[in-house]
């Protein structure tokens, strides 16, 4: 009974894995400490520059503008080493954690592929694909662990279609 469990929600971790990863990404990587800086410095002389006025202190206006923008430039750049490692959690979260279940899944397909997940009474009759629902056990008007996996999957991935 706990084989049906495992399996399913292996297949559910499967099928929403890119939706998880979304869902953990932003604890795991959040804004450097140099970009808060720079946004706070640039925030700091956008209110200073409101409070100069263009017309009697030109000079001192330009030079704040231009230290604005340097500071602008040296934001991007960090953000963009930001982006770098946010993408490289990204994938190793999605395609990492797609690893382990997979291999579970494997496991499971590999050591208990002679495994019934039920077995049902003699009065169902699932022919003429009996044979290809209980393979490899060949237990009659069974439900093989194999294609359980099988069912589960095409099922979690088709619900995971519908959530956007």
């Given at each position: ?6 399996i ?74 930001d ?43 699932f ?38």
């Amino acid at each position: 009974m706990y084989l049906i469990f495992v399996i399913s929600l292996l297949s559910l971790l499967m099928a929403f894995a890119s939706k998880i990863t979304k869902m953990i990404l932003p604890f795991i990587c959040r804004d450097s400490a140099e970009v808060i800086a720079r946004r706070k410095e640039i925030a700091k002389l956008r209110s200073d520059l409101a409070k100069i006025s263009m017309r009697d202190e030109y000079t001192r206006y330009v030079r704040c503008e231009r230290e604005i923008g340097k500071l602008e430039v040296t934001l991007n750049e960090a953000k963009g080493r930001d982006g770098v490692k946010r993408v490289a959690y990204d994938y190793g979260l999605h395609y990492g954690g797609m690893a382990v279940v997979g291999l579970c899944m494997m496991y499971i397909s590999i050591f208990y592929r002679y495994s019934t997940v039920i077995v049902f009474g003699d009065n169902f009759n699932f022919e003429p694909f009996g044979g290809f629902i209980n393979f490899p056990t060949k237990v009659p008007n069974s439900i093989s662990v194999v294609f359980w996996i099988v069912v589960n999957n095409f099922v979690a991935r088709t619900l995971a279609s519908y959530v956007k």
